[in-house]
C-alpha cells in the first residue's frame, strides 16, 4: 500500500475519533463491478458484524452495483480495517 493511501486511512481515523463516540453507527458506501464474485466478496467482509444493513442499488446499464452498508462499529480503526479488505476489490469505488 502506498504512502497516500497511508496518509488517507491515518486522516479518516483521526477525523473519525474526533468527530464520534465509539461504538457508533456507521455507513459505508462502495460502487463495485455488478459481477457475482467481487459482490459476494464485498458481503462477506461485514459477516462478522450483528446486525449490517445492506442495501444496493444495479445502474441502469447493469454494469455496476452501488452498496451501502450501515452498522454500529466499535471503533475507527475497525472502520479503516473494513476500508482495506474493500480496497483488494478490483475496481471497487469507495465513497
Same mark, same amino acid.
Do not use: C, H
Given at each position: 500500500? +502506498?504512502? @497516500?493511501? +497511508? @496518509? ?9 475519533? @474526533? =468527530?464520534?463516540?465509539?461504538? =457508533? ?8 463491478? =455488478?459481477?457475482?464474485? @467481487? ?15 445492506? =442495501? ?40
Amino acid at each position: 500500500m +502506498n504512502n @497516500d493511501n +497511508n @496518509d488517507f486511512y491515518e486522516r479518516l481515523e483521526k477525523q473519525l475519533s @474526533d =468527530s464520534s463516540s465509539w461504538p =457508533s453507527l456507521y455507513r459505508f458506501k462502495f460502487i463495485i463491478k =455488478s459481477e457475482i464474485n @467481487d459482490i459476494d466478496q464485498l458481503k462477506s467482509i461485514f459477516n462478522d458484524i450483528k446486525n449490517v444493513d445492506i =442495501s444496493y442499488r444495479v445502474s441502469s446499464n447493469k454494469k455496476f452495483t452501488s452498496f451501502s452498508i450501515t452498522a454500529v462499529m466499535k471503533s475507527p480503526s475497525v472502520i479503516i480495517k473494513k476500508y482495506k479488505l474493500a480496497s483488494k476489490i478490483n475496481g471497487i469505488i469507495s465513497l
